[in-house]
């Protein structure tokens, strides 16, 4: 982990001390209403506190207290607080915005407070304080608490600018607030004294529940903060922030080099695409369903649909060759000029369109890695090829980058603050029997399912005897893909405390819709016969992690994209993938302290150890 992030983690304590100092314990008598909790610790009397308004209100007829936050650490401005010019300004204080809705005091049966605290976010950088009514309609009811993660407000600046100090570097306060959780600790800590106030006794168990950029500041919360919570739910996470965002625009600007080199991709050519491997691969997972269980297995190639080859759809739907090559690039993912994959693909089955313009997503870490709010996403090439193609064409390429040279760049500036990925700090969360449930959809067209299984992956190599060791994490730690879901949440909350709190361990996931039974990976569903739709058909077992599968998802190590190397787990390396290797794949005995990734060379030669938490 980048040293000066470690730095400003560790200064979250001293900044908000005074939401524990101001605290001075429940009152001889509860507070007879939500305006009265305003003349009280820890809002009253509190520094920390700008402003706060707390007014009953009502959700599906249940009453509670909504309070809103103004907060405002003493030290939370300038270089002390790690925040640079112009947002906020130097003697100007960051505001972050907590909401916080505690179900009223004097409500009885499944609408009284059950004790539980929940906490979340919404997507992407959230900027705007979540609702949390849900909570409120639990049974019983929980307590649901949320932040802006520290921006969305006038002072922030527009857009994603809050993050970036034009042409200086990363306004790294802001960022700490959103992706290192600092916000969301100012809520989990605020929430839980605002209910010893109010109820008089303490909060018993404390969840963080999230989707997408909700799941990875679940994450920051998890690595960050581990002390507050007892249990996570994290769906279709975006901790990966850099490097899934510039992955973002991998098929656009692999459509863009098409276009350069041949007739541009259409739509019907897409769908063409899309039907013909779904009808391929389908059947691989054992049951012809609509679902591809395990997307990896689908090596079907868009070759297939070259006009004039059989079985290939007509005319204007086939493929010449170089558009055949070029959709198969799409899908393969992004390779360096040594042809090491750099980060997961999208799988086979997602229909990813035919624009060639960068996405919003990609042009928001393009500008933050550059040090610039005003750079073009359309200066992101596939490859250096496409650059000179561009330039042959007239194009102005003079700040074109590669993508290879994009996503080192992006590891080396900015992925250290925004990605929320570093194993090794869940030792903690591990150590205070944390249960931790993540969900991700196969068909997931907005965040790489792949993206959860390479955290996965990290975290049962670090844990494990260095080879990624999926069962020893399956106590605390389970992570269930969901065949032919795209980016939607998994309920999975019920699981995540009927585990924590009676013991119950999620075997298995039933769903009502879609795919109907999830297991935790490497278990997959297997079907016994009978309807598809009946969950008592599927039982969980085998393993997903063939050798084919493991060697597909090594990339290259974290800060070396550009390298000719890829990771290594132990045993899980290139070595190992070698055709004729007989180096096993499964782990090793255990061993009290887990041996560390290792980077290897293109002939397979290991290179030099890395030092545990520098792989990101």
């Given at each position: 982990m980048n040293q000066q992030r470690g730095t400003l983690v560790a200064l979250s304590a001293a900044l908000f001390s005074a939401l524990a100092l101001t605290h001075g314990g429940a009152s001889a008598q509860l507070p007879a209403s939500c305006a009265e909790l305003l003349t009280l610790p820890p809002l009253a009397g509190n520094p920390a506190v700008f402003s706060a308004t707390s007014v009953q209100a009502t959700t599906s007829g249940r009453a509670y207290c909504n309070v809103q936050v103004v907060w405002r650490g003493p030290d939370l401005r300038g270089a002390a607080g790690g925040y640079a010019d112009p947002y906020p300004a130097q003697n100007t204080y960051q505001h972050i915005r907590v909401g916080i809705a505690l179900p009223l005091n004097t409500n009885t049966g499944d609408a009284a407070w059950g004790g539980r605290l929940i906490l979340t976010a919404g997507g992407g950088a959230q900027g705007s304080v979540p609702s949390q009514t849900a909570r409120i309609q639990m049974n019983p009811a929980a307590i649901g608490a949320g932040t802006d993660s520290g921006h969305g407000t006038a002072d922030s600046g527009p857009g994603d600018s809050w993050g970036v100090v034009q042409g200086e570097g990363l306004n790294h306060g802001k960022v700490e607030d959103w992706a290192g959780?600092?916000?969301?600790?100012?809520?989990?800590r605020l929430a839980k004294q605002l209910a010893q106030t109010y109820y008089g006794r303490s909060v018993e168990r404390t969840y963080w529940t999230g989707f997408s950029g909700g799941g990875h500041m679940g994450w920051a919360q998890a690595l960050f903060y581990p002390e507050e919570?007892?249990?996570?739910?994290?769906?279709?996470?975006?901790?990966?922030?850099?490097?899934?965002?510039?992955?973002?625009?991998?098929?656009?600007?692999?459509?863009?080099?098409?276009?350069?080199?041949?007739?541009a991709l259409t739509a019907g050519q897409m769908t063409a695409v899309v039907s013909a491997a779904r009808a391929a691969c389908d059947p691989l997972d054992g049951v012809v369903d609509g679902f591809l269980a395990d997307p990896r297995k689908c090596t079907w190639s868009a070759r297939a649909n070259i006009c004039g080859v059989e079985g290939a759809p007509a005319a204007p739907n086939c493929l010449n060759e170089i558009q055949a090559a070029g959709v198969d690039r799409i899908y393969d993912g992004p390779r360096n000029r040594f042809g090491k994959r750099i980060w997961p693909a999208y799988d086979h089955g997602i229909n990813l369109g035919t624009s060639q313009n960068t996405q919003g997503s990609t042009v928001q870490v393009l500008r933050w890695t550059m040090f610039d709010n005003t750079f073009s996403g359309a200066n992101l090439y596939a490859d250096q090829e496409s650059i000179d193609l561009a330039a042959a064409a007239g194009a102005n390429v003079s700040q074109a980058i590669t993508y290879e040279d994009a996503a080192l760049l992006g590891s080396l500036r900015t992925a250290d603050y925004t990605d929320a990925d570093f194993v090794e700090l869940l030792r903690?969360?591990?150590?205070r029997g944390i249960k931790i449930i993540v969900t991700h959809g196969t068909a997931d067209s907005a965040i790489h399912w792949r993206n959860a299984l390479d955290m996965y992956t990290r975290a049962a190599a670090y844990f494990g005897n260095g080879t990624p060791d999926y069962e020893g994490l399956h106590s605390w730690y389970r992570f269930f893909p969901v065949p032919g879901l795209g980016h939607a949440a998994v309920n999975a909350l019920p699981q995540v405390i009927d585990w924590v709190e009676n013991g119950v361990v999620p075997d298995r996931i039933v769903r009502t819709t879609g795919f109907r039974v999830l297991c935790p990976f490497p278990q997959q569903a297997i079907h016994l016969g009978g309807s598809a739709t009946d969950p008592n058909n599927f039982v969980c077992g085998g393993n997903l992690q063939t050798k084919e599968a493991i060697c597909t998802d090594l990339r290259t190590p974290y800060k070396e994209e550009t390298s000719d190397k890829l990771q290594a787990y132990g045993r899980h390396n290139p070595a190992a993938c070698n055709e004729k290797s007989n180096v096993p794949l499964g782990p090793g005995p255990a061993a009290v302290v887990s041996e560390e990734f290792r980077g290897y060379d293109a002939d397979d030669e290991p290179a030099a150890e890395q030092v545990p938490g520098d792989d990101g």
């Open positions: 959780g600092r916000s969301n600790y100012v809520a989990v919570y007892d249990g996570f739910l994290i769906n279709s996470p975006a901790n990966h922030w850099q490097k899934f965002r510039l992955a973002d625009s991998w098929d656009e600007i692999a459509r863009k080099k098409i276009a350069q080199q041949t007739s903690e969360a591990y150590n």
